[in-house]
C-alpha cells in the first residue's frame, strides 16, 4: 500500500467536487435537466429525468423490460414502475414478446415517436448552444477526447 501525505478536511472536499468523473457527471446532469426543460416546453410536461433516461434507453424496434432495467442500472420492480408511469402517458405500451411467451416487450406508441423526435431536435439545439459557447474546434474536441475515453476500456 502506498503510503501518501495526509490530507486536510478542506483538501477532500475539494477533491471529492472537481476530480474529473464528478465534473463529467454534473455535465451529464446539466446537459439532461437542460434537454427536460426543452422537452417541457415542447409539451412534455409530466416527464422527469428518470423518464427520460428509461426512454432514452429503449430500442427503436422496443426492449423488454429486463433489459432496460439492467442498461439503466435499477430493479426489474423499479423499471415496472416507471413503465407503468410512460404507459399511463401514452408514450410507451406493453406487447407479448414475439420470441419469449413468459416476457413482455416495451415499445414505442405515436406519442413516443413524437418524443423522439422532438428529444432529437432538442439535442442538437444543445450542441448548437455549446458550439456558441465553446466554437466549433473545442466542440469537436471535446466529442473527440469523450469518443477516446468511452474507448479505452483499459484504463
Known amino acids: 500500500m502506498e503510503h501518501t501525505e495526509p490530507l486536510t478536511v478542506a483538501q477532500l472536499a475539494e477533491l471529492r467536487q472537481e476530480h474529473i468523473g464528478r ?3 454534473r455535465a451529464n446532469r446539466s446537459f439532461s435537466e437542460r434537454a427536460l426543460r426543452k422537452l417541457r ?3 412534455h410536461a409530466r416527464l422527469s429525468l428518470v423518464h427520460t433516461t428509461v426512454l432514452a434507453q429503449l ?3 422496443g426492449t423488454q423490460a429486463t433489459v432496460l432495467a439492467e442498461r439503466v442500472g435499477i ?3 423499479a423499471v415496472g414502475q416507471i413503465v407503468s ?3 399511463r402517458e401514452g408514450y410507451i405500451q406493453r ?8 416476457a413482455t416487450t416495451i415499445i414505442f406508441t405515436d406519442a413516443g415517436w413524437q418524443f423522439l423526435v422532438d428529444a432529437y431536435h432538442v439535442k442538437k439545439e444543445i450542441e448548437a448552444e455549446y458550439v456558441a459557447l465553446l466554437g466549433e474546434e473545442h466542440m469537436q474536441q471535446l466529442r473527440s477526447i469523450l469518443q477516446i475515453l468511452l474507448e479505452d476500456r483499459a484504463i
Open 59 to 61: 430500442d427503436i424496434n
Open 85 to 87: 408511469d410512460l404507459e
Open 41 to 43: 416546453e415542447r409539451g
Open 95 to 102: 406487447i407479448p414478446d414475439p420470441t419469449d411467451k413468459r
Open 75 to 77: 430493479t426489474k420492480q
Open 23 to 25: 465534473l463529467l457527471l
